[in-house]
């Protein structure tokens, strides 16, 4: 396909996640999600990021995932969180259960397309259960420059306080300039409930520069990273975020 025509394609995309109604306030170890999935590989995913809030606080989260591709369009990954919210100690916060759908095959269409479908059992049961799901698309413009665009919907249910769904984006851009080392740019965001919009100097948007590798340890063993430092662009969000992921998949 036409670089020309994937980059309308995408374009089209961008705009249509300002337009329509957006998840809750991104955490500060979140990562852009890929459709991609590979049958029979396993991995151990770190996350962790660090958030410099309005107030100059600070609020950390991580989190260790054991991932497994279940067949060549299903990939699934339990993670284990923990969440330091500013002025108190670390603990456990929460387990997520993360599966991810590959609907197109690689490169056939202009899109790769998948599906993320999210689970999150918080510790505190009055949290009640939070739910994300939404499309993943991916798409190359030309043959170094790759991008992603996610539309992602939230909602908790058995919660204290009744939440109506919400609606958020992640998106990233990244030049594919040699496998140990690429770079680029991501952005993350949301509007708050889809039927009622926070006002426009609340909403939570942040982007900024990242920088991506993969690195061989080994026969069919690999180390991939990324990592972004992101910049409130909004007066909902924080000051800026440092965030990064590294991947050991086996």
Not at 35 to 55: F, Y
Request: glycine letters at 10%.
């Amino acid at each position: 396909m036409k670089t020309s025509a994937r980059v309308g394609a995408v374009a089209a995309l961008a705009i249509a996640s300002l337009c329509h109604p957006s998840v809750s306030t991104a955490e500060p170890s979140d990562y852009v999600s890929t459709p991609i999935v590979e049958e029979g590989e396993r991995e151990i995913d770190l996350k962790a990021g660090s958030a410099k809030l309005r107030d100059d606080a600070r609020e950390n989260m991580s989190s260790l995932g054991l991932g497994w591709g279940a067949t060549s369009h299903w990939f699934t990954e339990l993670y284990a969180v923990w969440h330091k919210p500013p002025g108190s100690a670390q603990g456990f916060d929460a387990w997520e259960w993360e599966n991810r759908f590959q609907l197109t095959e690689t490169g056939q269409y202009p899109l790769d397309v998948g599906f993320l479908f999210e689970i999150e059992l918080p510790q505190d049961r009055s949290e009640g259960i939070n739910y994300r799901w939404g499309p993943l698309l991916q798409a190359d413009l030309g043959t170094h420059v790759q991008a992603n665009l996610n539309l992602l919907f939230e909602k908790s249910i058995r919660s204290r306080l009744p939440g109506s769904t919400e609606f958020g984006y992640q998106w990233q851009v990244k030049y594919r300039w040699r496998p140990e080392l690429e770079f680029g740019l991501q952005g993350f965001g949301d509007v708050g409930a889809w039927s009622d919009w926070e006002p426009a100097s609340e909403q939570p948007h942040r982007a900024g520069p990242a920088l991506f590798g993969r690195l061989g340890v080994g026969e069919r063993q690999f180390i991939r990273w990324n990592a972004g430092w992101l910049l409130g662009a909004t007066h909902g969000a924080p000051r800026d975020t440092v965030r990064v992921q590294a991947e050991y998949e086996f």
